[in-house]
């Protein structure tokens, strides 16, 4: 079955210093990965994506992601976290199958604290 | 969240009651999809549609119901058959359906039942 695993609920860092989210996935064949982030009330926002290529993929506001197809993980960082970067963050991957649907972990809650 | 607006943003229903929620896109996208948001789920695929005229099923689609016919509006129904509306749904669209595609959300509409 595929599927996208964050392990961390909550996670918790102070302002200027480096922050990971985490992602596994279970899929077959290529993933095609994706990091969004939600705002309070607001819709999903697409911050990057891997589909093939440099394991390490940059994206919007700073953030970039490192792909792992041996450790089948595709975990999200920042080399310095602002205050304004709490949010909830989504990792999801594409379906093998023609439906086109992501699918989404079950979020991760970013607290940068001042 | 640009290019894609929902209507309303909040949504009030009465045991019963049939509502609609508003989706359009001016992406000049051709497949659109509907997700439900609950606390700590992530997001689960109601229906999809990769062309006008043709929609699909996702894997919560039971009391829902979908059209499409024009290629930038996909309303979503929720009908007295669904039994736990009260959800935040959220509409995407992307180029197409393709696996590489970046599906782009809209802002969401919070329903809830009175």
């Known amino acids: 079955a595929q599927s996208v695993a964050q392990p961390e609920d909550q996670v918790n860092v102070a302002e200027g210093n480096p922050l990971t989210v985490k992602c596994t996935y279970s899929?077959?064949?290529?993933?095609?990965l994706f990091w969004y982030v939600q705002y309070p009330n607001r819709g999903l926002q697409f911050l990057l994506k891997?589909?093939?290529?440099?394991?390490l993929v940059k994206g919007s506001y700073g953030f970039e992601a490192e792909f792992n197809k041996s450790q089948t993980s595709f975990h999200l960082k920042k080399p310095s976290a602002l205050v304004s970067d709490s949010a909830l963050y989504f990792c999801?991957?594409?379906?093998?199958?023609?439906?086109?649907?992501?699918?989404f972990g079950q979020g991760t809650t970013l607290q940068v604290k001042p | 969240d640009g290019g894609i607006t929902q209507s309303p943003k909040y949504l009030f229903r009465k045991e019963g009651q049939n509502v609609t929620l508003s989706c359009e896109q001016n992406?000049?996208?051709?497949?659109m999809y509907w997700y439900r948001q609950d606390p700590g789920q992530g997001l689960r695929l109601i229906y999809y549609s990769q062309i006008v005229n043709d929609f699909q099923k996702g894997d919560i689609a039971e009391g829902y119901s979908v059209s499409r016919e024009k290629k930038e509006s996909f309303p979503l129904t929720v009908t007295s058959a669904q039994k736990n509306p009260t959800a935040f749904y959220l509409c995407?669209?992307?180029?197409?359906?393709?696996?590489?595609?970046?599906?782009?959300f809209g802002p969401g509409t919070r329903l809830t039942v009175l």
């Open positions: 999801a991957v594409r379906d093998a199958s023609n439906t086109g649907k992501l699918i």
């Open positions: 995407a669209s992307s180029s197409g359906g393709a696996r590489t595609d970046t599906q782009y």
């Open positions: 992406l000049n996208h051709d497949a």
């Open positions: 891997y589909i093939t290529g440099d394991n």
């Open positions: 899929v077959s064949g290529n993933p095609y």
